[in-house]
């Protein structure tokens, strides 16, 4: 597949969640999200900075934080958050169909995306029907990398299968973990609360891998 198609679906995940975020109320903004140490609101910032952050501006942050991420994540973040929800929306939204990136695959800023609207998502109970193909996407390049979150780490030696789609991968011989699509990307960026959505010896493993 190539990055046009993949921006594509980077798009429209970003819409569907400037859609979802509309709806928000004050406290909602305010909540914590699965992205333990970020609120509903900061993750949103923390989103439209990947969409205006290109290698120039990711190396310049960089040096400026001395090679700290978590750093210059917070410092990226506080650039986008705007003086109330309203303006994070806004500058969200005007972010939609950047197809700016720090030098990472695009396919990673496809799983971005839905990784932090599942962070927004979960704590505030909205469903989102993800199309299978996009979730397939960020499955098959997560299990593989280790670049933006250790997700390959988390599966070594683990054999995943998911219920919902085509995906699965790892060790041939692995203890097995299935699920859905989803709750296996989850679990592989780390997210405990997807590992009751798990099944297999394998299970305990990827869910406790934090």
């Not at 700016?100 to 109970?125: F, N, S, Y």
Request: glycine letters at 12%; hydrophobic letters at 40%.
């Amino acid at each position: 597949m190539g990055d046009s198609e993949l921006w594509g679906m980077v798009h429209a995940e970003r819409a569907a969640l400037a859609e979802d975020l509309a709806g928000l109320d004050h406290a909602q903004w305010d909540a914590g999200s699965l992205c333990t140490e970020f609120t509903v609101r900061e993750v949103v910032a923390h989103l439209t900075s990947g969409a205006n952050l290109g290698p120039v501006r990711w190396m310049a942050g960089v040096i400026r934080c001395r090679f700290d991420f978590d750093a210059m994540v917070a410092y990226r973040l506080a650039q986008q958050l705007g003086t109330d929800h309203g303006e994070t929306l806004e500058r969200f939204r005007r972010s939609v169909t950047s197809t700016t990136k720090a030098p990472i695959p695009v396919v990673a800023m496809l799983g971005e995306v839905i990784v932090h609207g599942e962070d927004i998502r979960r704590p505030l109970r909205i469903q989102r029907d993800y199309p299978i193909a996009r979730l397939t996407h960020v499955a098959e390049y997560y299990h593989r990398s280790n670049m933006t979150v250790p997700s390959e780490r988390r599966t070594r030696g683990l054999r995943l299968s998911a219920t919902d789609g085509s995906f699965s991968g790892g060790a041939q011989d692995g203890a097995l973990v299935s699920g859905s699509t989803l709750a296996l990307i989850m679990a592989m960026a780390g997210r405990s609360a997807y590992g009751a959505e798990l099944a297999g010896e394998g299970a305990g493993v990827i869910a406790g891998s934090g």
